[in-house]
Nanobody, 118 residues
Framework: EVQLVESGGGLVRPGGSLRLSCAASGFTFDDYAMSWVRQAPGKGLEWVSA????????YYAESIKGRFTISRDNAKNTLYLQMNSLESEDTALYYC???????????WGQGTQVTVSS
């Protein structure tokens, strides 16, 4: 059974930083690209970032480019999202997703809440 467990969210002031982690199990982690998706209060899902199976290729949404960095440690089966220069607009529930065939997000974690507020 695929399991994705996010952690690292919390309350941070504008301009602060957080690092999210996603512990993966139940599948061969380094066979798959991975992604982060977020949902702000009262809004729809927003794709944030993605990373190839070996970490060599990364993609970012324009809204977070230059502030967030996605990475992975295949030896630890863990995905990360380093978030710097956080803004109130980054307040959201952040989900870790596995990218399956056809570039579909076929497995999701339960999410970790990030709140940016002074």
């Amino acid at each position: 059974e695929v399991q994705l467990v996010e952690s690292g969210g919390g309350l941070v002031r504008p301009g602060g930083s957080l690092r999210l982690s996603c512990a993966a199990s139940g599948f061969t982690f380094d066979d798959y690209a991975m992604s982060w998706v977020r949902q702000a209060p009262g809004k729809g899902l927003e794709w944030v970032s993605a990373i190839s199976w070996n970490g060599n290729i990364t993609y970012y949404a324009e809204s977070i480019k230059g502030r967030f960095t996605i990475s992975r440690d295949n030896a630890k089966n863990t995905l990360y999202l380093q978030m710097n220069s956080l803004e109130s607009e980054d307040t959201a529930l952040y989900y870790c997703t596995k990218v399956g065939s056809g570039a579909c997000f076929d497995s999701w974690g339960q999410g970790t809440q990030v709140t940016v507020s002074s």
